[in-house]
T-cell receptor
Framework: GAVVSQHPSRVICKSGTSVKIECRSL??????MFWYRQFPKQSLMLMAT?????????EQGVEKDKFLINHASLTLSTLTVTSAHPEDSSFYIC????????????????FGDGTRLSIL | GDSVTQMEGPVTLSEEAFLTINCTYT??????LFWYVQYPGEGLQLLLK?????DKGSNKGFEATYRKETTSFHLEKGSVQVSDSAVYFC????????????FGKGTLLTVNP
């Protein structure tokens, strides 16, 4: 159980293009989803936290107009990288946290397989 | 704020060797502790977890015990396999950062046949 599907797995596009990444919880309801960015050989950097039906909370230094997050349902969150440039090239990973498990902050996060974004 | 310090790698072992990856933490409140594993080109998979002091998490031969007195959550495996080669992340949640996960920097493990 607790499967998170992230799509696409890899994107290569030209500078200036906007790219949308989807994150779906397949067998559970996720009231909270998280978006991370990972640079080569480094740990994950939290970009934003999205709660179903409300605005995302962005971490300090992350441009909210650049990285648009929508969490329209309990099973889907999307990250759109607007007008992407080469410096946005990275590995983006989403995670989802089950909302009704009763464990509060002790509920584990389940991760998607990541999206490799390459901007030419 | 919350923080996680884990043993820097890379760690290289021969098959069937004993593995320890050290992890210590700083947190307010009563956090839960996790180990995640990341295989090349993939996302993270939950390996094991512990939600309170003295809990032992275990999975696939890996174990870690939540030690509040030493604020540690060291990962161990008695006999590693080539297929265990991956990056291992220690993490906590439920401390001062509420639902967010605070990660260590990750430890690359390579197991040679």
């Amino acid at each position: 159980g607790a499967v998170v599907s992230q799509h696409p797995s890899r994107v290569i596009c030209k500078s200036g293009t906007s790219v949308k990444i989807e994150c779906r919880s397949l067998d559970f309801q996720a009231t909270t989803m998280f978006w991370y960015r990972q640079f080569p050989k480094q740990s994950l950097m939290l970009m934003a936290t999205s709660n179903e039906g409300s605005k995302a909370t962005y971490e300090q230094g992350v441009e909210k107009d650049k990285f648009l997050i929508n969490h329209a349902s309990l099973t889907l969150s999307t990250l759109t990288v607007t007008s992407a440039h080469p410096e946005d090239s990275s590995f983006y990973i989403c995670s989802a946290r089950e909302g009704f498990g009763g464990l509060g902050p002790h509920q584990p996060q389940h991760f998607g397989d990541g999206t490799r974004l390459s901007i030419l | 704020g919350d923080s996680v310090t884990q043993m820097e790698g890379p760690v290289t072992l021969s098959e069937e060797a004993f593995l320890t990856i050290n992890c210590t933490y700083t947190a307010t409140g009563y956090p839960s502790l996790f180990w995640y594993v990341q295989y090349p080109g993939e996302g993270l998979q939950l390996l094991l977890k512990a939600t309170k002091a003295d809990d032992k998490g275990s999975n696939k031969g890996f174990e870690a015990t939540y030690r509040k007195e030493t604020t540690s959550f060291h990962l161990e495996k008695g006999s590693v396999q080539v297929s265990d080669s991956a990056v291992y992340f220690c993490a906590l949640s439920g401390g001062g950062s509420n639902y967010k996960l605070t990660f260590g920097k990750g430890t690359l493990l390579t197991v040679n046949p």
